[in-house]
């Protein structure tokens, strides 16, 4: 199946600090990118939809300027997380649709956030 | 998102037996249903996907669906230990998002 590798797996930051997460499609194209936010026991929950060259379309509750998404192109997206708080800790996960095989999705590694 | 519900479980069996994964669904006109695998402090990864009405069939793994009762199954069979992580139900909304169910966490007894 096809690669999404996301970087970095885990990462521990100051409050108040931004943090990028990258999330690359490594054999394909990927119009389209996914990122979840996933906290313990529960569900992931689609934070937003990055479009290639588009801006990202943000979920309800999500907000826009303080979890930025930048798509420059069909194999990278990424989340910046912005003056970060400790309950933005969490485990984030980006997914990305190949144009080859629409009907399923593929998930990077994940990214292990703590915010301290 | 939608509305995908599955018992949290945790769902225990010996190894050897089978393992019986439900789902239900809100929106009846969902077309593609997936389940995924996720063991714990990693991403989930996909074991199928299911479209049409009926079973689905892939080695040790079964997905049922029945969309006229908005239900969709996964069974595990010869459970194994290391099948044993939390099971995710996930259906594809008409624009491409999937709506993921909270999972249901199964242990296989040794």
């Known amino acids: 199946g096809a690669v999404v590798s996301q970087h970095p797996s885990w990462v521990i930051c100051k409050s108040g600090t931004s943090v990028k997460i990258e999330c690359r499609s490594l054999?394909?194209?990927?119009?389209?990118m996914f990122w979840y936010r996933q906290f313990p026991k529960q569900s992931l929950m689609l934070m937003a939809t990055s479009n290639e060259g588009s801006k990202a379309t943000y979920e309800q509750g999500v907000e826009k300027d303080k979890f930025l998404i930048n798509h420059a192109s069909l194999t990278l997206s990424t989340l910046t997380v912005t003056s970060a708080h400790p309950e933005d800790s969490s485990f984030y996960i980006c997914?990305?649709?190949?144009?080859?095989?629409?009907?399923?999705?593929?998930f990077g590694q994940g990214t292990r956030l703590t915010v301290v | 998102q939608k509305e995908v519900e599955q018992n949290s479980g945790p769902l225990s069996v010996p190894e050897g037996a089978i393992a019986s994964l439900n789902c239900t669904y809100s929106d009846r006109g969902s077309q593609s249903f997936f389940w995924y695998r996720q063991y714990s402090g990693k991403s989930p990864e996909l074991i199928m996907f299911i479209y049409s009405n009926g079973d689905k069939e892939d080695g040790r793994f079964t997905a049922q669906l029945n969309k006229a009762s908005q239900y969709v199954s996964l069974l595990i069979r010869d459970s194994q230990p290391s099948d044993s992580a939390t099971y995710l139900c996930?259906?594809?909304?008409?624009?491409?998002?999937?709506?993921f169910g909270a999972g249901t966490t199964v242990t296989v007894r040794a």
């Open positions: 054999d394909f194209q990927a119009t389209t």
């Open positions: 997914s990305a649709r190949d144009l080859g095989h629409l009907t399923e999705a593929f």
């Open positions: 996930a259906v594809k909304e008409n624009d491409y998002k999937l709506s």
